[in-house]
């Protein structure tokens, strides 16, 4: 089947700095895409999304990209404090589906 | 409100033994699903409930699983004669709209070990 991946299984950067995560997905029909934050011992949790009908959105501190012609979906952290340290899922779901599929997810490291 | 909740939060059994897993899902969710996340991995599907509907249980591994869901909120996953292999967290989640914006609330999972 169709499947969605990371790019980067761990990637580390030093407070302040800005953090690009990236996930490639193949299903050309997904048109809702997620990003997860799951820290340790934790579930994961929202935090932002994007539909396929837009290329960029905003959150607070957070920014994703989707970039349809390449498949590519990243999720950009500015300013990157110790505390956005912990494991970050894409997901993807194709309209009129109700199971997303999940990345297998990287690891952000923020060091002081 | 409160989130989704699950219990026990760890659980150590031996292999063989039966297990039940809870989820208390965020009120008003029609939709829950239950995951396994493998030390390192990502989430696997394993049953999807949605208000009277029959489960979708596409998902789960093996005839030893099994899933209920009372009343359209609480569900329990159920572990028969579990193997180490069933080692996981286990992760519950509810979502309001599951087919379209599709977020789903997780809880914070349940650990199980299989010695």
């Known amino acids: 089947g169709e499947s969605v991946g990371l790019h980067l299984p761990t990637l580390s950067v030093q407070e302040g700095d800005n953090s690009i995560i990236n996930c490639a997905y193949s299903?050309?029909?997904?048109?809702?895409f997620i990003w997860y934050k799951q820290e340790s011992g934790k579930g994961p949790q929202f935090i932002i999304d994007?539909?396929?009908?837009?290329d960029k959105r905003q959150g607070q501190r957070v920014t994703v990209l989707l970039n349809k012609t390449v498949k590519h979906l990243s999720l950009q952290i500015a300013a990157t404090q110790p505390g956005d340290s912990a494991v970050y899922f894409c997901?993807?779901?194709?309209?009129?589906?109700?199971?997303?599929?999940f990345g297998r997810g990287t690891s952000l490291i923020v060091h002081p | 409100g409160a989130g989704v909740s699950q219990s026990p939060s760890n659980k150590v059994t031996e292999k063989g033994k039966d297990v039940e897993l809870r989820c208390d899902p965020i009120?008003?969710?029609?939709?829950l699903y239950w995951y396994r996340q493998s030390l390192g991995q990502g989430l696997e599907f394993l049953i999807y409930?949605?208000?009277?509907?029959?489960?979708?249980k596409s998902g789960l591994p093996s005839d030893r699983f099994s899933a209920e869901r009372t009343g359209g909120s609480v569900s329990t996953l159920t572990i028969q004669r579990t193997q180490q292999e069933d080692s996981a967290v286990y992760l519950c989640?509810?979502?309001?709209?599951?087919?379209?914006?599709?977020?789903?609330?997780f809880g914070p999972g349940t650990r199980l070990t299989v010695t």
């Open positions: 989640a509810s979502s309001r709209d599951p087919v379209g914006k599709g977020e789903q609330y």
């Open positions: 299903n050309s029909a997904s048109d809702y």
């Open positions: 994007i539909r396929s009908n837009m």
């Open positions: 997901a993807e779901k194709e309209g009129g589906s109700y199971i997303p599929t």
């Open positions: 009120s008003g969710h029609t939709a």
């Open positions: 409930f949605q208000g009277n509907s029959a489960p979708d």
